[in-house]
């Protein structure tokens, strides 16, 4: 058990860049998790996966942001003309029943 | 709605003494609640998991309790070490597949 891996595990970009974050999560998880966290709060929902099928998305999740779980194993989250209001961690986490296992985070700078 | 708080947001406590961190929550329904450990700039590690039939866990010097009547929980720490300063977040999962975090207690151990 290798635990949920996140890669980057840093982003700066300028504003109006596309990034892509991508999850492995453990691998007998069947459920996949994206949540955001600015500094001082605690994470935000911001999408779920069944196997491959995206089943919730939070109202956080604008028109520019875009996930993915092909096949049902890995995950991508992108984010497309990107604000200096998208700084923040973005976290994954995975689980098979409802406990949920956290990956160390991508930290996005948007300059 | 659904909302999860934590008061203090910050907590002080010299090397050795034991402490309580809480968590209070809207929405009696619930089907777990899980004590999660954050440190600076990292992810975050699953420390206790209470599902909604028990009313406490315990894994070393950690024991969570559950009291959905009132809509609390609590986690006690004993005999705190400097190795235990972090952030302490409470999440529930109110069985709409997210877990809903509370802001985070500032835990400093004092040597």
């Known amino acids: 058990d290798t635990g949920v891996s996140q890669d980057p595990r840093h982003k700066i970009t300028k504003r109006g860049q596309n990034v892509t974050f991508r999850c492995d999560p453990i691998?007998?998880?069947?459920?996949l998790y994206w949540y955001r966290q600015t500094l001082g709060q605690g994470p935000e929902f911001l999408t779920y996966?069944?196997?491959?099928?995206?089943?919730?998305k939070s109202r956080l999740l604008s028109d520019r942001f875009s996930a993915e779980r092909p096949k049902g194993s890995f995950s991508t989250l992108e984010i497309q003309r990107t604000e200096q209001g998208d700084s923040a961690m973005y976290l994954c986490?995975?689980?098979?029943?409802?406990?949920?296992?956290f990956g160390p985070g991508t930290r996005l700078t948007v300059t | 709605k659904q909302e999860v708080t934590q008061i203090p947001a910050a907590l002080s406590v010299p090397e050795g003494e034991n402490l309580v961190l809480n968590c209070s929550f809207t929405?009696?329904?619930?089907?777990?609640l899980q004590w999660f450990r954050q440190d600076p700039g990292k992810g975050l590690t699953s420390l206790l998991l209470?599902?909604?039939?028990?009313r406490e866990q315990t894994s070393g010097r950690l024991n969570a309790s559950l009291d959905k009547s009132s809509g609390r929980s609590t986690l006690y720490i004993a005999a705190s070490q400097p190795g235990d300063s972090a952030t302490y977040l409470c999440?529930?999962?109110?069985?709409?597949?997210?877990?809903?975090f509370g802001t985070g207690t500032r835990l400093t151990i004092i040597p």
């Open positions: 986490a995975s689980s098979y029943e409802r406990e949920q296992y």
């Open positions: 691998s007998e998880h069947n459920r």
């Open positions: 996966f069944q196997n491959e099928a995206q089943l919730e």
């Open positions: 929405d009696s329904a619930i089907y777990n």
């Open positions: 209470i599902q909604s039939s028990q």
């Open positions: 999440a529930v999962f109110f069985g709409n597949e997210k877990l809903t």
